[in-house]
């Protein structure tokens, strides 16, 4: 059978919920809720679990199996409302496009949640991302997060120490750009991070830009460092840039091109799609060897 290589990207799922008498946020791992969640949704009929986005893509969860050590799933996705010539590859030649204007291509991104603590790996896609997979659990599964007595979801970006060390090796931070995205929203969203959306949605953007620049080339690494970590994970967030100085050149550091990343070929089906046995032994290989998530809930 042939095959492709594939990105698989790690995260860290966080359940947050209001701890003690004060009610202060709090963060736990329980495979019991994560699997009753995705369980709920994928018994859903088919309407009632698609999500649609600006009336041209959509997605719903495909498959989801509860196995000895991990949840595996596979959501479906497809693009609509075009209907543009085909173009063969290899000659050029065009044909018109049999397609309905209401049908799209369907393709499918694959993940897997290991059991023990969290780990939660993800196929690599440009639309269905942790932001999105973020907002599609918390909108379809809000019954479960209600019962719970959760207050929402958070799947947090493993990175390599690179990163950091990539950082604070800098001489000098000249910027530090966030950019956030209007796919999620959250309870304890910074009041920056709720303004850019706020903004962003007034103008119908998916996301905006935000720069810090005079704040750091005051307090230099001290202040820059706490601040990347403070905004990490924030629901919203989904790029990070540095700018700063390394022995008189310019260096730009990227926290996506630092994120937990896994490299892997698969097998594909006569349609070009990875197939979903090869991807749930691939990612259940990546998992039983990937080591324990070092997590610090409060439950602990």
């Not at 196995?67 to 609509?80: D, I, K, P, S, T």
Request: glycine content about 4%.
């Amino acid at each position: 059978m042939p095959t492709k290589i594939k990105n698989f990207y790690a995260y860290q799922i966080d359940l947050h919920y209001l701890k003690g008498r004060h009610q202060v946020d709090a963060v736990k791992w329980d495979v019991t809720i994560v699997a009753q969640l995705i369980d709920h949704i994928y018994n859903l009929s088919d309407d009632q679990k698609t999500q649609r986005f600006h009336d041209s893509w959509l997605i719903y969860l495909d498959h989801f199996s509860n196995e000895m050590n991990y949840l595996f799933g596979r959501f479906a996705y497809a693009e609509y409302g075009t209907t543009g010539e085909l173009i063969h590859a290899d000659n050029l030649r065009r044909r018109p496009n049999p397609k309905n204007l209401r049908e799209g291509e369907t393709l499918y991104t694959y993940f897997l949640i290991r059991k023990s603590d969290g780990l939660f790996l993800l196929q690599s896609h440009s639309k269905l991302n942790r932001p999105r997979v973020e907002e599609y659990l918390e909108q379809f599964g809000e019954p479960i997060i209600r019962h719970s007595q959760l207050t929402y979801i958070q799947i947090c970006t493993l990175l390599d120490s690179s990163f950091f060390d990539n950082i604070q090796a800098l001489n000098s931070v000249n910027k530090v750009s966030i950019e956030v995205t209007t796919a999620q929203a959250a309870a304890d969203e910074n009041a920056a991070v709720q303004l850019l959306q706020s903004e962003a949605d007034r103008m119908d953007a998916t996301t905006v830009k935000l720069d810090f620049s005079a704040k750091f080339r005051r307090s230099g690494l001290a202040g820059a460092v706490p601040f990347i970590r403070s905004y990490k994970d924030k629901p919203g967030v989904t790029k990070i840039v540095v700018k700063g100085k390394l022995a008189g050149a310019e260096k730009v550091i990227r926290m996506d091109e630092s994120q937990e990343k896994y490299k892997r070929r698969v097998e594909v089906d006569g349609t070009g799609q990875p197939t979903l046995r090869s991807v749930e032994t691939v990612l259940s290989q990546i998992a039983q060897a990937r080591a324990p998530l070092r997590r610090e809930d409060d439950d602990a």
